[in-house]
């Protein structure tokens, strides 16, 4: 819902560990549905596969 969004608020994931991953635009995600993964790109060109089940929250990001 939140990638598909006329006005696409950024948001972090947070992880079971405590790492939060900051999602700037929707261009930065990708979801897949076979693998239960998301990757995220990152700016500066790295990025990070997110297993879902250690996803546990989401949080907005307010505009600075």
Do not use: C, Q, W
């Amino acid at each position: 819902k939140r990638l598909n969004a006329v006005s696409f608020t950024p948001f972090l994931i947070v992880m079971s560990s405590g790492i939060r991953y900051e999602v700037p635009t929707s261009d930065n995600l990708t979801i897949t549905r076979l693998l239960r993964e998301v990757f995220l790109e990152k700016d500066d060109g790295t990025a990070v596969a997110i297993n879902l089940l250690h996803v546990t929250a989401i949080e907005r990001l307010e505009p600075a």
